[in-house]
């Protein structure tokens, strides 16, 4: 989430909405239109987060709401609405997952944000030293050399010109690095992103399919007028959903998020960088489902 401005309190002080402001607000003011264009992608990757964190809520509260009303329409649909209830959990758990692996996205970009910050504030010092050289010449210009300040003038201008010069290598420099940083950190998020997006479709995968058997143990017989309805006998049948191979699914995808952490983190030189998965072993896990789906067979 983006950092707010604190009041300065006092008569002066900001009213509560104001010292609100988003890190957004600032950017225009900047004049950096690719500081704009990447806090619009930050922006949008925020509404990702809360969009899923949504559906993820809303999918458990349905799949509770499933549980709830089956208590009481029979054995039958009591038994397997309870376990398809717990299917469906699992897949609010995988919404909610991504929706971390989104969130660890932002960060990433809001890393690449303060870099292109720092290399602004370097642009606008650049622009301000030359603009007191550009002064400082104009002012030398018009002096005589028995003006007494003429040496002092000399000196300040080759001074700013020297500031001027190093200034333009930090940049140059900086500019180089940002792009590099750019590029592995792009491949870092969207590793994260693809990544993530793989995890979630394998884990709706093996829910949808085992929530397919789970209700082939619904009965269908025809009940007579003023009969009981047939016995129902599926328990044994659903009592291992749930499957313990879904919950081996998820323990094995989850590590895959961290095995290139300490060595992404290096090239970052930031302790405090999230892990990215991957994609090898990612790819290792569509292994892992078909025999998932073998073990129930």
């Known amino acids: 989430m983006f950092k707010s401005l604190k009041s300065t309190g006092g008569a002066g002080g900001k009213s509560g909405l104001q010292s609100?402001?988003?890190?957004?607000?600032?950017?225009?003011?900047?004049?950096?239109?690719?500081?704009?264009?990447?806090?619009?992608?930050?922006?949008?990757?925020?509404?990702?987060v809360s969009s899923l964190q949504r559906l993820s809520a809303d999918y458990g509260k349905a799949a509770e709401a499933l549980r709830i009303w089956g208590h009481g329409e029979g054995d039958d649909l009591g038994d397997v609405l309870t376990h398809s209830s717990g299917m469906l959990l699992q897949f609010s758990a995988a919404l909610s997952e991504y929706a971390t692996h989104e969130q660890t996205i932002r960060t990433h970009l809001k890393n690449i944000r303060t870099r292109e910050e720092g290399l602004d504030e370097i642009k606008k010092k650049r622009k301000s030293v030359g603009s007191k050289a550009d002064a400082a010449e104009r002012k030398l210009s018009k002096m005589n050399q028995e003006n007494k300040s003429i040496n002092e003038q000399t000196d300040l201008l080759t001074r700013l010109r020297e500031e001027m010069r190093s200034l333009d290598t930090e940049i140059m420099n900086e500019e180089a690095r940002l792009g590099d940083f750019k590029r592995q950190t792009s491949k870092d998020f969207l590793a994260l992103k693809f990544g993530?997006?793989?995890?979630?479709?394998?884990?709706?995968?093996?829910?949808?399919?085992?929530?397919?058997?789970?209700?082939?143990?619904?009965?269908?017989?025809?009940?007579?007028?003023?009969?009981?309805?047939?016995?129902?006998?599926?328990?044994?049948?659903?009592?291992?959903?749930?499957?313990?191979?879904?919950v081996a699914l998820t323990k094995f995808l989850?590590?895959?998020?961290?095995?290139?952490?300490?060595?992404?983190?290096?090239?970052?030189?930031?302790?405090?960088?999230?892990?990215?998965?991957?994609?090898?072993?990612?790819?290792?896990?569509?292994?892992?489902l078909k025999s998932v789906r073998l073990t129930v067979e």
């Open 20 to 48: 609100k402001i988003a890190h957004t607000t600032i950017i225009p003011a900047l004049g950096n239109r690719d500081l704009k264009l990447l806090q619009d992608f930050i922006t949008a990757e925020k509404s990702v």
């Open 254 to 288: 989850v590590p895959l998020l961290g095995p290139v952490c300490q060595r992404r983190k290096s090239l970052h030189g930031d302790p405090h960088l999230p892990c990215i998965p991957h994609t090898n072993k990612l790819a290792l896990s569509v292994g892992i």
């Open 196 to 246: 993530g997006l793989l995890e979630s479709a394998q884990k709706a995968t093996v829910v949808g399919e085992f929530g397919l058997r789970i209700i082939q143990e619904i009965p269908l017989d025809t009940t007579m007028p003023g009969h009981p309805r047939t016995y129902y006998s599926g328990y044994q049948n659903t009592s291992g959903f749930p499957p313990r191979p879904l």
